[in-house]
């Protein structure tokens, strides 16, 4: 992993130049994705069997066979080794509670005129949802997208696959059982989030669309974005480890390892006052690294996106984070309390030395789903208010008309719409006569 230094003149530079994540898109996946979406559009679930075929190698007559039932869902979790569903069933309960408080409520409050104004909460009517399949198996996809949109009221949730070659893992419909999906279909690609975002004969149209992807699912999402909602578009995961050196070296090299093992391009990020322990950590890596199932991945995440960095103090580390502002960020400090204060952007943080970031992709019940590549700037977890809608509500008596009537005709006719202003000045003749 390469070194900075705080007190180094260039180090913003090289800081910026090290956490600046292009996110460009191939110009040939972009127009593969819009023939696709394009030929979804078209020819509806003909178009989806068609590419179902081509790139999961799953040959059926109709889209409804793709569909997976509940009793198999049912199946699979009743399936599960006892270790894998309690595991399973663990972290939904405390996904479930977490999300649990985020509910928003409609309010509304009478002014002095008496006046009603307020707002109405209301649940999204369906949504889709994406999860990764094949071989790969992502079951804390399945929990963290699909509980937060049943929390909210979701009247129907669509849960859409790949099955590669008909592959799927048991656990991935376990969780599906156990979140309370609605629908699963086996299928993925763009394919699959534009028959989502337009609905076909079979596959029924949502509002929006939640989950990872490769980087074709991803461009999708971003094409069909206006006719749906999305979650968000992904970057690699990260993490930024502040640490004052007391932590044992071979948790902290853990943990970055944690995310380096996702991707080539994941970003792992160490900053500590103490020059010592960043040897230290230094040595942990090299030590453990040859032992990891996914060393390869993880040598080459380091080397090219990765740094320890040495600061002058945890002041000066906050600061640091802030402008990465991570996807993960642990304080893995004495005292991480007195550091939260001055946190102003992360997805998730994580306090104290014993609060591993695994255990937020996992169990401990926050949303696993984070904004990634700086956007912790202005962006947030996902939760239940993704999948809530909030509509304004006015209701303005004889008193309220009489007072606002002048306030909306002079704003209206400064800015020459006269109809505006009539609108409002019509009310405030039938108020005077009254």
């Known amino acids: 992993m390469r070194r900075l230094d ?29 023939a696709i979406v394009d030929d979804v559009i078209a020819r ?125 893992s048991p656990l991935v419909l376990a969780a599906a059982a156990l979140a309370g999906a609605d629908r699963v279909f086996g299928m993925g690609g763009a394919q699959a989030v534009a028959a989502l975002a337009y609905g076909t004969d079979t596959v029924p149209r949502v509002d929006k669309i939640v989950g990872p992807g490769n980087i074709f699912v991803a461009t999708a999402k971003r094409r069909v974005f206006g006719q749906v909602g999305i979650d968000m578009v992904a970057g690699p995961s990260e993490i930024l480890v502040i640490c004052d050196g007391q932590t044992p070296a071979d948790w902290i090299a853990m943990d970055l390892f944690s995310q380096a093992e996702h991707d080539e391009n994941a970003q792992s ?34 080397e090219n996106r990765g740094a320890m960095v040495l600061c002058r103090d945890l002041d000066d580390a906050t600061a640091v984070s802030n402008r990465v502002a991570p996807e993960h960020l642990e304080l893995s400090v004495t005292d991480p309390e007195a550091l939260l204060p001055a946190i102003e952007h992360a997805g998730a943080i994580f306090m104290g030395r014993y609060s591993a970031e695994a255990l937020g992709d996992y169990c401990a019940g926050p949303n696993h789903v984070l904004p990634t590549s700086g956007t912790a700037r202005f962006s947030s977890p996902l939760g239940v208010y993704d999948f809530q809608k909030r509509s304004s509500v006015i209701q303005c008596s004889r008193e309220g008309i009489a007072q606002l009537a002048p306030v909306a005709s002079t704003l209206a006719r400064g800015e020459s719409l006269e109809a505006h202003a009539l609108s409002a000045e019509y009310r405030l003749s039938e108020s005077d006569g009254d």
Not at 274 to 296: K, T, Y
């Open 44 to 168: 509806g679930d003909a178009a989806v069997l068609e590419y179902t075929a081509r790139y999961d190698g799953v040959h059926v007559d109709a889209v409804a066979e793709l569909e997976i039932g509940r009793e198999r869902l049912d199946a699979a979790l009743a399936g599960l080794a006892e270790e894998q569903r309690s595991a399973l069933e663990v972290a939904a309960r405390r996904i479930q509670d977490y999300h649990q408080r985020q509910l928003g409520e409609s309010w509304h409050y009478r002014d002095g005129t008496g006046s009603m104004l307020g707002q109405k909460i209301t649940a999204m009517a369906r949504v889709g949802v994406y999860v990764p399949g094949g071989k790969a198996s992502y079951p804390s996809s399945v929990l963290m997208n699909v509980i937060p949109a049943k929390v909210a009221g979701v009247g129907e949730i669509v849960m859409v696959v790949p099955t590669p070659d008909g592959e799927i």
């Open 269 to 302: 990020i160490l900053l500590s006052p103490d020059a010592a322990f960043l040897d230290e950590v230094e040595r942990s890596i090299e030590r453990l690294l040859p032992g990891m199932a996914r060393a390869d991945i993880i040598r080459s995440s380091l």
């Open 6 to 34: 705080t007190r180094d003149a260039d180090f913003q530079a090289r800081l910026d130049s090290l956490t600046t994540w292009q996110d460009s898109v191939d110009r040939e996946v972009i127009q593969a994705v819009d």
